[in-house]
């Protein structure tokens, strides 16, 4: 059958294709070389040959872990080839090989350019003239743990047994998903769930379990248990009074806590669920200075996390913050487990939540079939399905793209008439060479309908007013904004949406991302006017401190 499970054991395959009989041999000794113990290398000199390669890795059920392709072969192009991979192996990493020569020809250039563009190919590699060449291995290694990171077969350091449809079990793996913790996840009626429970003496019980690396089991663990289990910082040890407390942990959050730290100031970061905000749910960010080939919301999170920590910022994770008072010239933060923080300064970087949808008829089903942003973790399980994402920003974007590799079908729902107004050109074009993707405008969900889990919606034709009924295994919304900011002090102003306004008036102090409470500095999506996008709030989050640092200044004085 296609797509069999290869026998236990079998290794992954790395597909080579190249028609220079030099090239194809120095690529193929290069990765055998380094990688031949672990994965198997094979290496066709023709794009009829590969295309037939690839066909029978699918019927096999081989795992392909990466393909890399010759841009410019006499039967077909390298682009060309790495879109059929997209079609039978939507997993595998995709690369085409230039040599150094090529770097600076116009076609090639155009060709690279495309193949991103359009989602054929992941990355371009310098084909490898010497050996080691570790240009070469680095750019391929990190197609490797890019995939291995994706690959359900590879072994994980967390265990996640669940109900198929479990709201629990869907929160659980989130979170795990947002703070990178490589884990795997097996339905409870499966054999290897079904046997992990008996080992753990829940068979027959319908909690989630989770089974650590050390062997430690977790029954229904909070959330602050579940981060506990694998090693991130839940309770604050030590002083609680800082310089600067940053609320939020998003891009701004976490930006603002490496600037503070490198320039010696006491910081503390609170965040209620997982490090990376909204961004930390993105699974391709393509347009972020610095990575050309992308990388996910949850890498760049967990990026930033390590140097905040390393520079020496604290990190107090799944607690939230529910009141702020101003105390002797200095604020106090309370937080939900009761733990009361002195700090001489506030940063505000809450970003905001995911609007909900108005439609009651659903609203039970969250976690089973309906989803608020795209966990990179739940587009496994509707494979084959039929999926819907609401949205017309990048965040719905990189979520369709992503759920493409999976489900049979996605469409994307959006109220306006176009795309244009809150999606980025590059992703609107990967969308369009998407075959399994199409765009629904002017489109809105009214109803649905599902017992355990969702099975079908409603949707309006926001022109006709035409409804009509759609099997559906799955929703993910991804539509406007909502700042979390009930909790704050009548003293810090806010916008009519709740927002808060910072940089105006004379309580600022000149000071453009200070709001009317002085010492109390806003940056990132929660910030009235903000521009809404990661760079722009990584920006805030590092400008900010450095007037933290001069209202800290003049307090002294």
Same mark, same amino acid.
């Given at each position: 059958?296609?797509?069999?499970?290869?026998?236990?054991?079998?290794?992954?395959?790395?597909?080579?294709?190249?028609?220079?009989?030099?090239?194809?041999?120095?690529?193929?000794?290069?990765?055998?070389?380094?990688?031949?113990?672990?994965?198997?290398?094979?290496?066709?000199?023709?794009?009829? +040959?590969?295309?037939?390669? @690839?066909?029978?890795?699918?019927?096999?059920?081989?795992?392909?872990?990466?393909?890399?392709?010759?841009?410019?072969?006499?039967?077909?192009?390298?682009?060309?080839?790495?879109?059929?991979?997209?079609?039978?192996? %939507?997993?595998? =990493?995709?690369?085409?090989?230039?040599?150094?020569?090529?770097?600076?020809?116009?076609?090639?250039?155009?060709?690279?350019?495309?193949?991103?563009?359009?989602?054929?190919?992941?990355?371009?590699?310098?084909?490898?003239?010497?050996?080691?060449?570790?240009?070469?291995?680095?750019?391929?290694?990190?197609?490797?743990?890019?995939?291995?990171?994706?690959?359900?077969?590879?072994?994980?350091?967390?265990?996640?047994?669940? &109900?198929?449809?479990?709201?629990?079990?869907?929160?659980?793996?989130?979170?795990?998903?947002?703070?990178?913790?490589?884990?795997?996840?097996?339905?409870?009626?499966?054999?290897?769930?079904?046997?992990?429970?008996?080992?753990?003496?829940?068979?027959?019980?319908?909690?989630?379990?989770?089974?650590?690396?050390?062997?430690?089991?977790?029954?229904?663990?909070?959330?602050?248990?579940?981060? *506990?289990?694998?090693? /991130?910082?839940?309770? @604050?040890?030590?002083? $609680?009074?800082?310089?600067?407390?940053?609320?939020?942990?998003?891009?701004?959050?976490?930006?603002?806590? /490496?600037?503070? $730290?490198?320039?010696?100031?006491?910081?503390?970061?609170?965040?209620? &669920?997982?490090?990376?905000?909204?961004?930390?749910?993105?699974?391709?960010?393509?347009?972020?200075?610095?990575?050309?080939?992308?990388?996910?919301?949850?890498?760049?999170?967990?990026?930033?996390?390590?140097?905040?920590?390393?520079?020496? *910022?604290?990190? @107090?994770?799944?607690?939230?913050?529910?009141?702020?008072?101003?105390?002797?010239?200095?604020?106090?933060?309370? @937080?939900?487990?009761?733990?009361?923080?002195?700090?001489?300064?506030?940063?505000?970087?809450?970003?905001?939540?995911?609007?909900?949808?108005?439609?009651?008829?659903?609203?039970?089903? *969250?976690?089973?079939?309906?989803?608020?942003?795209?966990?990179?973790? &739940?587009? %496994?399980?509707?494979?084959?399905?039929?999926?819907?994402?609401?949205?017309?920003?990048?965040?719905?974007?990189?979520?369709?793209?992503?759920?493409?590799?999976?489900?049979? =079908?996605?469409?994307?729902?959006?109220?306006?008439?176009?795309?244009?107004?809150?999606?980025?050109?590059?992703?609107?074009?990967?969308?369009?060479?998407? %075959?399994?993707?199409?765009?629904?405008? $002017?489109?809105?969900?009214?109803?649905?309908? +599902?017992?355990?889990?969702?099975?079908?919606?409603?949707?309006?034709?926001?022109?006709?007013?035409?409804?009509?009924?759609?099997?559906?295994?799955?929703?993910?919304?991804?539509?406007?904004?909502?700042?979390?900011?009930?909790?704050?002090?009548?003293?810090? &102003?806010?916008?009519?949406?709740?927002?808060?306004?910072?940089?105006?008036?004379?309580?600022?102090?000149?000071?453009?991302?200070?709001?009317?409470?002085?010492?109390?500095?806003?940056?990132?999506?929660?910030?009235?006017?903000?521009? =809404?996008?990661?760079?722009?709030?990584? +920006?805030? +989050?590092?400008?900010?401190?450095?007037?933290?640092?001069?209202?800290?200044?003049?307090?002294? $004085?």
């Amino acid at each position: 059958m296609p797509g069999e499970a290869p026998p236990f054991g079998a290794r992954p395959v790395i597909l080579a294709v190249d028609d220079d009989p030099t090239a194809a041999n120095t690529i193929g000794e290069e990765l055998n070389r380094r990688y031949g113990a672990d994965y198997r290398v094979v290496v066709v000199r023709s794009g009829k +040959g590969a295309t037939g390669q @690839l066909v029978r890795l699918y019927e096999s059920g081989d795992r392909l872990a990466v393909v890399l392709a010759d841009q410019w072969m006499p039967d077909i192009t390298g682009d060309e080839l790495l879109a059929t991979v997209g079609e039978l192996h %939507p997993l595998a =990493k995709r690369a085409l090989t230039i040599g150094w020569v090529e770097t600076g020809d116009a076609p090639t250039v155009d060709a690279i350019r495309s193949a991103m563009a359009l989602g054929h190919a992941d990355a371009y590699l310098i084909k490898p003239e010497h050996s080691p060449d570790e240009l070469f291995h680095r750019g391929f290694s990190e197609l490797l743990q890019e995939w291995s990171a994706a690959d359900a077969a590879e072994p994980r350091q967390v265990v996640v047994v669940a &109900e198929r449809w479990s709201a629990r079990g869907s929160e659980i793996r989130g979170l795990l998903g947002r703070h990178a913790v490589p884990h795997v996840f097996h339905p409870s009626d499966s054999a290897e769930g079904s046997q992990l429970l008996r080992r753990a003496g829940r068979e027959g019980r319908p909690e989630p379990v989770v089974v650590l690396q050390d062997g430690r089991v977790l029954v229904d663990p909070t959330n602050a248990e579940l981060a *506990t289990g694998y090693g /991130v910082a839940t309770e @604050l040890s030590g002083p $609680s009074d800082f310089d600067v407390v940053v609320v939020g942990a998003g891009p701004a959050g976490l930006a603002a806590g /490496v600037y503070a $730290s490198s320039e010696g100031l006491r910081a503390l970061v609170v965040e209620r &669920e997982a490090v990376g905000g909204q961004a930390g749910s993105s699974s391709r960010i393509r347009n972020y200075l610095g990575f050309a080939r992308g990388l996910s919301g949850a890498e760049l999170a967990q990026r930033a996390y390590q140097q905040a920590w390393v520079f020496g *910022t604290t990190f @107090l994770l799944t607690h939230e913050a529910t009141a702020l008072r101003s105390d002797h010239g200095g604020h106090v933060l309370a @937080l939900s487990n009761g733990l009361e923080l002195s700090t001489r300064s506030v940063v505000l970087a809450m970003g905001v939540a995911y609007r909900r949808l108005d439609t009651p008829a659903i609203e039970h089903l *969250t976690g089973t079939g309906v989803f608020y942003g795209a966990s990179a973790a &739940e587009a %496994p399980q509707f494979a084959g399905g039929q999926v819907f994402v609401i949205g017309g920003g990048n965040s719905a974007g990189q979520a369709a793209v992503h759920l493409a590799k999976h489900a049979a =079908k996605v469409s994307i729902l959006v109220r306006g008439k176009d795309l244009a107004a809150g999606m980025s050109q590059y992703l609107r074009d990967e969308i369009d060479a998407t %075959p399994n993707v199409e765009v629904r405008l $002017s489109t809105q969900v009214v109803d649905g309908r +599902g017992e355990h889990r969702l099975e079908q919606l409603t949707l309006e034709d926001r022109e006709s007013g035409t409804r009509t009924s759609v099997a559906a295994d799955a929703v993910f919304v991804l539509i406007g904004a909502q700042p979390n900011t009930g909790w704050l002090p009548p003293e810090i &102003e806010r916008d009519d949406h709740g927002f808060v306004v910072a940089g105006s008036g004379g309580d600022s102090g000149g000071l453009m991302f200070q709001t009317s409470l002085p010492g109390v500095f806003a940056v990132g999506d929660v910030r009235s006017r903000s521009v =809404k996008r990661v760079a722009s709030a990584v +920006g805030e +989050g590092s400008v900010v401190i450095s007037q933290v640092y001069q209202f800290l200044q003049a307090s002294r $004085s």
